[in-house]
């Protein structure tokens, strides 16, 4: 049985970048050209079934949060860590880029 899940914009890569945790089995999904190129990072635990989106707390523009994902325990406290990318989040170069990491993954 499959679920389907549509991203919030057209065009906008909903997810061209995925990780699936090790430990609670929850899904990150990308969506980096999201709300003008902003990026979203949507969180979904099948458990409870809920299904969370996040944004950057960066201000810049056309950064592409959520372009690069990984999940996996860091710091080795049995919880999952994140690692996000943002490709573009410089503001001196629009090439440049942002990695995001977050000690024990974002909360539900």
């Given at each position: 049985?499959?679920?389907?899940?549509?991203?919030?914009?057209?065009?906008?890569?909903?997810?061209?970048?995925?990780?699936?945790?090790?430990?609670?089995?929850?899904?990150?999904?990308?969506?980096?050209?999201?709300?003008?190129?902003?990026?979203?990072?949507?969180?979904?635990?099948?458990?409870?079934?809920?299904?969370?989106?996040?944004?950057?707390?960066?201000?810049?523009g056309h950064q592409?949060?959520?372009?690069?994902?990984m999940s996996t325990?860091?710091?080795?406290?049995?919880?999952?860590?994140?690692?996000?990318?943002?490709?573009?989040a410089s503001q001196?170069?629009?090439?440049?880029?942002?990695?995001?990491?977050?000690?024990?993954?974002?909360?539900?």
């Amino acid at each position: 049985m499959f679920m389907r899940q549509f991203g919030g914009d057209d065009s906008a890569n909903f997810g061209s970048a995925i990780s699936l945790t090790d430990i609670r089995n929850e899904v990150y999904i990308g969506e980096p050209f999201a709300e003008h190129e902003q990026g979203l990072l949507y969180h979904w635990d099948p458990r409870g079934k809920k299904f969370n989106c996040h944004r950057s707390t960066l201000e810049q523009g056309h950064q592409r949060f959520g372009s690069n994902i990984m999940s996996t325990d860091l710091d080795g406290d049995q919880r999952t860590d994140l690692v996000v990318t943002s490709s573009h989040a410089s503001q001196g170069s629009r090439l440049s880029g942002v990695v995001h990491i977050a000690l024990t993954a974002i909360d539900h």
